[in-house]
């Protein structure tokens, strides 16, 4: 039996892997047995029949095989030529969700990067989170560092735009996984779900705020308004005035009106806080995507720290390995890059761009246009919003390579694919959850198979690619021979982590999982832990002035349908998709049955989406739960591919973070033909 870790989020749930299968870790000191089924289902995806298994090189639209060196030659030499012409911002890189959790792959890919010279960096981050590294850089010094919500010793949970019963949760690792917010009801805490629609969460651990989507902001600072002392005068933190006069602005008859909720809902909502001697508030996902992201979670923030509940058991604490790690960071010149965009003038966060200007970057003419593209676990073709001009601009490169499990639908119009490993083929560590989690292990793992035909690391093909381009990593040819050395990581990796248990361990129900490490504790962040001028956590930044603004401009919600997006039990993001569960269809929209009901559409009938962008037919399901006016469709669906309608390009990105707007966008509902009664839902 084999102990490993699954990499598909920051749960890292523990996995073991026996007789060709993957189960639940019933003794895993973190997970306890936990996992979803996108992990135990994790084979489906490293053994299908489809993965690409050698080096591709396509000539006039064949694509042949080939070996490693003639694929890694060919990619080189289609891009020495673009780089020596036109310099090194002709070439861009997009990174996906995966490499995220490959933790020597995402740091080899930085250093590609930074060796290649370009600043047209673009990752899956844009559709997902940047606005809380973007929040983190503004407020803390680095974006390495993020409140954790302390939930285990929480009376009261609120939180906003997530739905752990099916996804877990994001920039959050649970001990125990889900059933984290089990023993929460159990000893008789309070959970409330701020959402646009009833969640799965809310229906099985608490109450449900439902808000207008994109509104969740108003909410926030009508909150902050109402619980706020008259003044701050705490040393430790600065900007908080600034930020209390705009909340203060944000009344709760005016948050009412745009948020949907009544003014007593949200009184109660804030005598619910104020009440509660430890309140943990978290965000995700459906107020990241949102148009105010990075003022959410910053209002998010100052909420805990007005209410007592920053630095606080209970609360928000921060991890001594984030604060560690930031500092790590900034000496090896990790997430400093301050370039701005070609196209909409964007800043670089996370030490990359918006993926919304990626067409736009491609398409534009200029002296620095992208000319190709290294495109990294990603199908940007499929998760980016406005995918048919994306589509146009991929055509049109002079060069594209791919890194991946499989041909995406980028990789369709690659010049060369490189077959890589799925996380089950390489040892790893744990490194994205560490800053994240509670608990007192950086867990480690083997190779769980063998890989699969000739698949290579992340970081192997990395560092090879940068050799034949004459950019070695960290400058540095030896270091990149080294790490593209097939395998030499998945026989490192266990080998030392058996050393520092050795050695510094040695408790035994440890053995095997990973090295024991620093976990966060209350009141040793504030007034040293921020990397900022005096150490003091800035509430508010210049770089803010604008959103008061923004906020002045939007109007209450008119009527019509917005579309609202949704995870999966099987999927995750847009790589995973796929799998299904027998019984529950997922390329279809949710409705409210109201609204169903005036459409004249019944359950499995088809209707079209209809945007600026564009236009899409899927199946109509009535959902409980779903509010009217609302049309709920899971994120980058093959098939039915809801990113494609949505809006593109610098008017529909976040200023602060370049966050795709993905949620609360307007689009039109209208009934196709009615299908035969025998056709059955897909």
């Known amino acids: 039996m084999t102990k490993t870790f699954c990499r598909i989020c920051e749960a890292a749930c523990g996995l073991t892997y026996e007789d060709g299968k993957l189960r639940p870790d019933r003794e895993h000191p973190v997970s306890r047995g936990f996992v979803c089924a996108k992990g135990t289902r994790f084979l489906e995806v490293a053994e299908h029949p489809t993965r690409l298994r050698t080096p591709m090189v396509r000539r006039d639209g064949l694509a042949r095989r080939a070996s490693w060196d003639e694929a890694i030659e060919t990619a080189a030499s289609l891009l020495r030529p673009i780089l020596d012409r036109h310099g090194p911002h002709a070439v861009g890189l997009y990174l996906g969700n995966p490499l995220a959790f490959a933790s020597i792959g995402q740091v080899a890919a930085v250093f590609l990067a930074r060796a290649l010279g370009t600043r047209n960096v673009f990752t899956a981050g844009s559709q997902d989170c940047n606005n809380k590294f973007a929040a983190a850089q503004l407020m803390h010094g680095s974006p390495v560092i993020q409140p954790v919500p302390d939930f285990e010793h929480a009376e009261l949970a609120v939180l906003f735009g997530t739905n752990p019963a099916v996804s877990q949760a994001s920039f959050v690792h649970l001990e125990g996984g889900a059933t984290l917010f089990d023993r929460m009801r159990a000893r008789g805490a309070r959970m409330i779900w701020v959402d646009v629609r009833e969640t799965e969460s809310a229906k099985r651990w608490g109450e449900l705020v439902r808000v207008r989507a994109g509104t969740d902001v108003w909410l926030l600072l009508a909150l902050l308004g109402l619980l706020a002392p008259p003044a701050s005068t705490d040393p430790r933190v600065e900007g908080l005035d600034t930020l209390l006069s705009l909340a203060r602005e944000i009344t709760p008859a005016r948050a009412a009106d745009l948020t949907g909720l009544s003014e007593a809902a949200i009184r109660d909502l804030a005598a619910a806080i104020e009440r509660s001697p430890r309140t943990a508030l978290h965000m995700s996902v459906g107020v990241n995507q949102g148009p105010f992201g990075t003022l959410a979670y910053v209002a998010l923030q100052a909420l805990a720290f007005v209410t007592g509940n920053y630095d606080a058991r209970g609360g928000s604490l921060f991890s001594p390995l984030g604060v560690k790690g930031a500092r790590l960071a900034r000496r090896a010149g990790f997430f400093t890059r301050q370039d701005r965009s070609r196209v909409g003038d964007f800043p670089t966060v996370f030490d990359s761009l918006p993926g919304g200007i990626l067409a736009d970057e491609i398409l534009t003419e200029g002296r620095e246009r992208v000319r190709a593209m ?67 292990l950086m867990q480690t793992t083997p190779a769980t198979i063998p890989r699969v035909g000739e698949a290579r690391a992340d970081h192997e093909a990395i560092a090879q690619l940068s050799l034949a381009l004459d950019r070695p990593l960290f400058g540095s040819r030896l270091a990149s021979r080294t790490l593209a050395r097939p395998g030499l990581a998945d026989r490192a990796i266990p080998a030392l982590t058996e050393l520092a248990w050795r050695a510094l361990d040695r408790v035994p129900a440890r053995r095997g999982y990973g090295v024991q490490v620093g976990t966060p504790q209350p009141d040793t962040y504030l007034g040293r832990g921020p990397m900022t001028p005096g150490h003091k956590v800035r509430f508010w930044d210049p770089a803010l002035d604008a959103e008061r603004e923004r906020l002045a401009r939007h109007a209450a919600a008119q009527s019509g349908f917005v579309l609202l997006g949704r995870r999966r039990r099987i999927g995750h993001n847009s790589w995973l998709h796929g799998g299904t569960r027998e019984g529950t269809p997922e390329g279809e929209a949710w409705m409210a049955r109201v609204d169903m009901q005036r459409l004249g559409v019944e359950d499995g009938d088809a209707v079209t989406l209809q945007t600026t962008q564009g236009s899409l037919s899927i199946p109509a399901r009535a959902k409980d739960g779903v509010a009217e006016g609302t049309v709920v469709v899971p994120h980058g669906e093959r098939e039915v591919n809801v990113n494609a309608i949505l809006p593109a390009g610098a008017a529909h990105v976040e200023p602060l973070s370049g966050m795709c707007v993905m949620t609360g966008v307007p689009v039109d509902v209208q009934p196709r033909a009615r299908r035969e009664a025998s056709t059955a839902a897909p």
Do not use: H
């Open 374 to 440: 290294i495109v990294i676990a990603g199908d940007p073709l499929q998760s980016i919003p406005g995918a048919a001009r994306l589509e146009e601009a991929f055509g049109s490169l002079d060069a594209l390579v791919c890194l991946d499990l499989f041909e995406s639908r980028t990789g369709r119009l690659a010049d060369v694919l490189l077959p890589a490993t799925s996380w089950l083929e390489r040892a790893d560590f744990a490194l994205p959850g560490l800053p994240l989690q509670m608990v007192d």
